[in-house]
């Protein structure tokens, strides 16, 4: 039959009222009432119960009730089974000679972070009751029972997987480990809230073997990198070559086209000077003289032609038209006669 509180307090009560009334029948009141006293302290206890823990409570070795936070009063035929924490735990996990899928034995070490689940009013028996009386095993606690299951869903997990992805893929590991474990501590009231792994070693071989890859893959990015480096400096070269080119052949069209203008300008300015001696010249040979002088340029500048040939060619010339050097002689005379009237020539 089983007991629940009531029936416990009735029966400290009654051994307080024969403890009491034994005395009082034999020696007297005063004595009674110590003897009464004596035996509620006895009898009774307080208890305060910590914000992080749930204390489990059994009757005459039943289950009761579970105390929650703050004070309470325990009779003495009342026992604390377990005191189950409310907070995040962890323990660690060492897994050694794991084997993979394709045969390779690795050693890992890991974390895995529970909690103890919140009370639900549905449930028919809270969190801290499965967490005392869910695990029937060798141990006899939910530490021992977490950290076997762990044990063995991590080798299950890891032994269905191959070398390389268990290598490349450790956090979808966890999460794998997380889930497959979720469903059963939740019978024993307390939920995974994580797992981590800390260590994934390799055996010896395994790893003299992937230094060896990471060393050659080094070098080969090294031979890589230096051609690409070379191949890019060839590169820049020939660019900078032609930009030379370039910037060469521009600065020799621009200096065309500077000539070009200064040629063009030069051309204008000559023509303009041409133009302005014509200008001169028509208007002096308006003056008085003018035509004269004009005749007299003329036949000198023609006497100077025949000089020069003659000089250059070593030949003697003879005028076709002698009459132009007395022409000549004559024009200097008129010319003279016009700039100065008063000077006459018989």
Known sequence: ???????????????????????????????????????????????????????????????????????????????????????????????????????????????IFFVLNKEDKEQEHPPAYLATYGVEMEGGTPEAAIRNF??????????SRTFDWATDHQQEIDNLVRDAMQDGVNKWGYRIVRHAIKEFIPPASVIASLEAKLKAEKEGSATVAAAEANKRAQIETAEGAKQATIKAAEAKKQEEILAAEALQRKQILDAEGEARGIELRA?????????????YNIREQEVAALKEIAQKTNTVVIARDLGGLAGLTASGIKLFQALDPTKSTN
Not at 75 to 91: G, L
Not at 150 to 159: D, E, F, M, Q, W
Not at 283 to 295: C, S
């Open 283 to 295: 208007k002096a040979i308006e003056q008085p003289g003018g035509k004269d002088a004009a005749q």
């Open 150 to 159: 762990g044990h063995a869903t991590l080798r299950n997990i890891v032994g």
């Open 1 to 111: 039959m089983k007991l629940n509180r009531g029936d416990a307090w009735a029966i400290v009560l009654a051994v307080v009222a024969l403890v009491v009334a034994v005395p009082y029948v034999f020696v007297g009141p005063w004595l009674a009432a110590l003897m009464g006293l004596a035996s509620a302290v006895t009898l009774i206890r307080p208890v305060t119960v910590s914000e992080n823990e749930r204390w489990v409570i059994e009757l005459f070795g039943a289950y009761n009730r579970v105390l929650q936070p703050g004070l309470h009063i325990l009779s003495v035929i009342e026992q604390v089974k377990a005191r189950p924490k409310t907070y995040e735990q962890f323990m660690t996990l060492e897994v050694h000679d794991t084997l993979t899928q394709d045969d390779i034995k690795v050693t890992l070490q890991t974390e």
